[in-house]
């Protein structure tokens, strides 16, 4: 007979272990679901795989797809730094799209990218921000759970968004496809070198490098560290924990409203509907996966990028419906929240008595 | 007599304690029995073997006569036995009667009007006329002590164990309670009584057993027995004593001009969200270069009285001056300023963030000094070195500074905060419960480093439940009760007895 045993400490390497382990698991389950459907996997996995990271295609749409995931994954792990739960960056990234289409169809005429570029960014932060600070208000002052009003809000931002393009920013000569019309050439975030991979992901990496730092090394990180450990010593330190909860939370949105940002002037250039494929939600999991570490974080959304580009190719190489997708991402969360089981506990045999 | 309950030589250990030593105990049929003891006697430990939250180590019981084995609190329910919790059970926002029928068998479909109807003839019969479609949150804490008692009774408990059930209640309620025991006790019920409240015991109780670091001291009949002779057998008689002893080895420096006044209390008054008084009419004065002890048995108020010196908390009446200034709004990052240091009771819940390394620790109430940062960046290396060095200088027993706190002992941790709150420029330390938990030589370590602060002419307060403790350590006693203060005297006229009287809410 086995019995689990409390881990007094994790170490590095086992952290490492049961992580990767988790990911291989995820990768045998479903390799059981790709043959219940037909499809052979020891076939299917080698030729996705050499699609995905070989072929000039299938890299560039990893970095693109990564980038909007690290963003929204970051914003939402910033939030947990408090032990606050936002499940609001589906809606920060729409609204951080909506400032942006906003200034882009304004001022990019007008202006070169020189002066573009930068508005769009602090423009599409500080509106980010400022949206975040309605459920960060209420749960800082009135005790509102902000798991509840960050979800309402996504439908509030969703069907703004819906409400412009079908009316004031609807582009005529689309005819009736809800779209604005395409930005400026001053408004499109310029691509590395000869790819098609834009600048949003170098921005995504350094932004979560900035994070860790302001955690690590300054004073407000610091007692941030001290809030999401024990709110109770924070008090009893004379921290200002309802400032520092609001704090937070609206940093939060505002991260993840730049994955909205990134989106509408690195890839589509103009704002369309449903020109999001569940990035905000999916970034909950990207955060999850990481444990809420900022640094963390580019790993993960990486390894969903690979499942989202998987899964796409899946369905166009073996005619799959994109449920699949969505059955591996959800067996990729039970295998790796799973094993964390393993990260406090070991088996051990258990010895007779 | 008719004994109910019998306990033989019932025993239990935890790790480094015998809570219950060889326990003898009888309980007869419509009886209350009262147990006495000081906190850590073994009371709560007896009670819970009694109701199956515990499994002794080894001994008996016999119930009416035949051996009864509890495991679990189902079976002592089984057998008749019930425990009212001083810490409700209730779920707040159900009813009455959901909260009283919850765990019991009931059909599929809820026979609410039936259940209703039983609710109403045991409160009839007992005192404990309740309306049973009242959402609990919405009662009082003495009517949600009478759905406790329903909650027993409606089971059909025959003995009813309370665990110091007077100590949320109100004088009043009290004396409602008392006559809703008397008619239980007349209808053949049998009571376990726990208190420390002496005068409650000795007019409630047909028998007194005193319980001492886990052993029977001695039973007493209703009228054989005195509260002084109580008392002595709760604390020990020579507790005083040893006390002389080891003050005179400790005590480091003259006495100092005790002129300055820090911190002073004026007919302060503290209220809880639910509307009853948690500190009333608190007049308290500490000087500089004294060490001023405040006892009270656990639960009197020093919990609150901490909160509002350290700025947790504001008062709701009265006034509170620090260093001859009146604190108006409460704030604790502003007293820390002025030189306020607190060694908080729960040490795990307030005093530390359990996954920041130890030197990271050390910063905790003094993020800004700029020792640590400039401009807002924290200067690693110096946190790393002030970390060091304090441990060094305090002892800290740590594989490395770089360690998550949570994982030294209780020991070790209580020497980094009281290591932290004296290494900033200070004016007051609030010490509560500072060695609690500790063994001799951390404690030993920890109160000389105390007395050493009140040489350097600190004010300090010592919050503590060990009279032994405040006798060594104090120049100036203060005794809480019930939130507030009821006796004050300087130390050379501290009588340990007169002192535990004053405790338990008996005028000397």
């Known amino acids: 007979m086995f019995e689990l045993e409390r881990r007094l400490e994790t170490p590095l390497s086992v952290q490492v272990v049961v992580t990767v382990g988790s990911i291989v698991l995820a990768l045998i389950l479903g390799s059981v679901l790709l043959a219940v459907v037909g499809v052979d996997p020891i076939e299917a996995y080698p030729s996705v795989g050499a699609l995905m990271f070989f072929d000039q295609w299938g890299w560039q749409d990893l970095f693109l797809k990564m980038t909007p995931l690290l963003l929204t994954g970051l914003g939402v792990a910033i939030a947990a730094q408090l032990n606050l739960w936002n499940i609001g960056a589906e809606g920060q990234l729409y609204l951080g799209a909506i400032a942006t289409t906003w200034l882009a169809l304004e001022y990019s005429e007008a202006l070169d990218a020189h002066f573009m570029l930068p508005i769009l960014l602090i423009g599409t932060f500080v509106a980010g921000g400022m949206w975040a600070a309605i459920p960060a208000g209420l749960r ?62 170098p921005l995504g990496i350094i932004l979560a490098f900035l994070t860790w730092v302001l955690l690590k090394s300054t004073t407000i990180g610091f007692q941030i560290r001290v809030a999401g450990d024990n709110l109770s010593a924070a008090d009893y330190a004379g921290f200002n924990t309802k400032n520092l909860l609001f704090i937070v939370l609206v940093l939060s949105g505002a991260v993840a409203a730049l994955a909205g940002m990134t989106e509408v002037a690195g890839v589509h250039h103009r704002l369309q ?66 094993s964390e089981l393993f990260l406090s506990y070991r088996l051990r045999r258990r010895v007779a008595v | 007599m008719n004994p109910v309950l019998e306990l033989q030589k019932i025993h239990k250990e935890f790790p480094g304690i015998v809570a219950n030593d060889r326990i003898d105990l009888t309980l007869n049929r419509g009886e209350i029995h009262t147990i006495l003891g000081e906190n850590g006697a073994g009371k709560s430990t007896l009670m819970n073997i009694i109701s199956g939250l515990y499994i002794p180590d080894s001994g008996s019981m016999l119930l009416e006569g ?83 008692i329903l909650k027993v009774l409606f089971r059909g408990a025959k003995i009813l164990i309370l665990d110091e059930p007077t100590a949320v209640l109100t004088p009043q309620e009290s004396e409602a309670l008392y006559k809703i025991l008397y008619q239980m006790k007349k209808d053949g019920h049998s009571i376990l009584f726990i208190s420390h409240k002496m005068r409650e015991v000795i007019e409630l109780s047909d028998r007194i057993t005193v319980l001492r670091h886990g052993k029977i001291k001695a039973t007493r009949n209703r009228g054989e027995t005195n509260s002084s002779e109580l008392a002595n057998l709760m604390m020990g008689e020579s507790t005083i004593q040893t006390a002389e002893i080891k003050t005179k080895a400790l005590k480091v420096s003259p006495d100092q001009c005790q002129n300055t006044t820090i911190v002073r209390l004026k007919n302060a008054g503290l209220r809880h969200e639910l509307g009853h008084w948690l500190l009333q009419n608190i007049n308290l004065e500490i000087r500089a270069g004294q060490i001023v002890g405040l006892a009270g048995v656990a639960g009197s108020g020093q919990a609150s009285l901490a909160e509002v010196l350290v700025g947790l908390r504001g008062l709701d009446t009265g006034e509170y001056e620090f260093a001859g200034e009146e604190q108006k709004v409460a704030s604790v990052s502003k007293l820390i300023h002025k030189g306020v240091g607190y060694i908080p009771e729960d040490r795990k819940r307030y005093g530390i963030a359990p996954h920041l390394e130890v030197a990271e620790n050390f910063l905790l109430r003094d993020l800004h000094n700029h020792r640590f940062q400039s401009r807002g960046w924290l200067q690693r290396d110096k946190v790393i070195a002030f970390g060091k060095e304090r441990m060094r200088s ?19 941790m209580q020497k980094v905060i009281l290591a932290r709150e004296t290494s900033r420029p200070l004016k007051f330390l609030l010490a509560a419960q500072p060695v609690r938990g500790l063994d001799f030589h951390a404690s030993a370590f920890l109160q000389n480093k105390l007395l050493q602060a009140r040489a350097d002419g600190l004010a300090i307060l010592l919050i503590s439940e060990d009279l032994e403790e405040l006798l060594l350590m104090s120049d100036y006693l203060y005794v809480i009760c019930r939130g507030s203060i009821v006796g004050e005297m300087p130390k050379e006229e501290a009588e340990i007895e007169k002192i535990g009287l004053l405790m338990t809410g008996e005028r000397a």
Do not use: C
């Not at chain 2, 919790?85 to 779920?91: A, E, K, S, T, V």
């Not at chain 2, 490395?400 to 706190?405: A, D, T």
């Open chain 2, 394 to 412: 305090f002892d800290v027993r740590a594989a490395s500074e770089k360690i998550p706190i949570g994982q030294l002992s209780g020991g070790n």
């Open chain 1, 140 to 201: 800082s002052w009135f005790g509102v759970n902000e798991i509840i009003t960050t979800l309402l809000l996504n439908y509030v931002a969703i069907s703004l968004a819906d409400y412009l393009l079908y009316g004031a920013w609807r582009d005529p000569s689309t005819l009736n496809f809800p779209m604005t019309r395409s930005f400026g050439e001053s408004s499109f975030l310029p691509m590395i070198g000869s790819t098609t991979v834009h600048w949003g992901l």
């Open chain 1, 273 to 338: 509907q449903n020109f999001s494929i569940n990035y905000g939600y999916t970034g909950i999991i990207v955060s999850r996966l990481a444990r809420n570490h900022p640094i963390g974080v580019i790993g993960t959304a990486f390894l969903l990028a690979v499942i989202f580009v998987g899964g796409e190719l899946l369905q166009v190489e073996y005619q799959l419906p994109i449920a699949v997708i969505y059955l591996f991402e959800g067996l990729l969360l039970f295998t790796v929240i799973g």
């Open chain 2, 66 to 148: 035949k051996p009864l084995y509890i495991k679990n609190p189902a079976q002592a329910i089984a057998n008749g036995v019930g425990m009212v919790h001083q810490h409700f059970m209730l779920i707040p926002n159900h009813s009455v009667s959901e909260n009283i029928i919850l765990g019991t068998p009931q059909s599929f479909r809820l026979q609410k009007s039936k259940v209703r109807q039983q609710i109403k003839e045991l409160g009839i019969r007992y005192g404990l006329e309740l309306n049973p479609d009242l959402r609990v949150q919405d009662l009082s804490v003495g009517e949600q002590q009478k759905v406790e």
